[in-house]
């Protein structure tokens, strides 16, 4: 089966300790991990304001991967999600090679930058 690029973006409550955050974090990881797939970047935006009031809380921990997986892997890991009651919000997508070039680029500093900034690296 064809490996695909995907990004899954989850949002968790607000609540939780660094260590439970992290612990959550590592469990995701973990799910793509052993099921064949290659993380390619993770960021974690941290704290941020939601647009309107998830389960009454008006902030969440959002964490971002890309990775690289078998379709059949994203039914997995959207069920964990939902499986897990830290995990308000969350959102896995196919990236097309447009997608992927600008990520690419992005993870490299040139997303931003003016060309002439980007030439000077």
Known sequence: ????????????????????????????KKILTDNNAEIINEDAWGIRKLAYPIQNKQTGYYYIIEFKAEGTLIAKLELEY?????????????????????????????????????KAE
């Open 82 to 118: 939902k499986r897990d009651e830290k995990v308000i919000r969350f959102l896995t997508t196919v990236l097309d090679k447009h997608a992927v070039a600008y990520n690419e680029r992005k993870q490299k500093g040139l997303i931003g930058k003016k060309p002439a900034e980007a």
């Open 1 to 28: 089966m064809e490996l695909r690029n995907y990004e899954t973006v989850f949002i968790l409550t607000p609540v939780l300790s660094e260590q439970q955050t992290k612990d959550t974090v590592e469990k995701f």
